[in-house]
């Protein structure tokens, strides 16, 4: 009788475990899956890295009690697991470019309007890009995400006063690119 006794504690220790699982999964699905895309810009590659992020938190179960903000937790992970996937992929999809384009024609905007465009995103991609690393991911959840400086700080493991000054000094380094580039080409 003893060895029901121990079976079904460890059944109601699993289930238990599983409405653990499921109530993170609801709780912070959401974020979860806006960091995601905030890296990868792509819906099926950002779904792809929260399925890998919370399959890592399942494997550490053991460990759950030991994790003090499981939203930070998911949130650096999401990030690693991001950054991971978009090393091997090409980071703009053609979708999104056909997307991007379709969207310009349709509110009328002539082939000119459209390449300009183009040129435009690709010159702010590549200027971004171009800053160190620290400067370059704030701002990208910052600005594609919109997430808060609080949460930034959750995914980046750095305290929200040096999330905002990350921003502010890439935004200001970027405005400076761009007003040089500016100079450069009224100045031909």
Excluded: C
């Amino acid at each position: 009788m003893e060895a029901m006794g121990i079976l079904s504690e460890a059944l109601l220790s699993a289930d238990a475990k599983d409405r653990e699982f499921e109530a993170a999964v609801r709780e912070h699905g959401g974020h979860v899956y806006r960091v995601a895309q905030a890296v990868l810009r792509n819906h099926h590659d950002a779904e792809d890295a929260v399925q890998e992020t919370f399959m890592r938190f399942l494997r550490q179960q053991r460990h759950w009690a030991e994790i003090r903000n499981p939203r930070a937790w998911l949130a650096r992970t999401v990030w690693r697991v991001a950054l991971d996937r978009r090393r091997q992929f090409v980071p703009v999809s053609l979708e999104d470019a056909a997307g991007a384009v379709e969207t310009l024609r349709a509110a009328g905007a002539s082939a000119e309007q459209v390449a300009v465009h183009a040129q435009t995103l690709a010159l702010v991609e590549r200027l971004i890009s171009s800053l160190p690393r620290e400067l370059r991911d704030p701002l990208t959840l910052s600005t594609v995400e919109e997430l808060t400086s609080a949460e930034i700080g959750e995914v980046l493991g750095v305290p929200e006063g040096s999330v905002r000054e990350r921003v502010s000094r890439a935004r200001t380094i970027l405005s400076e690119k761009l007003a040089s580039l500016m100079e450069k080409s009224r100045g031909r």
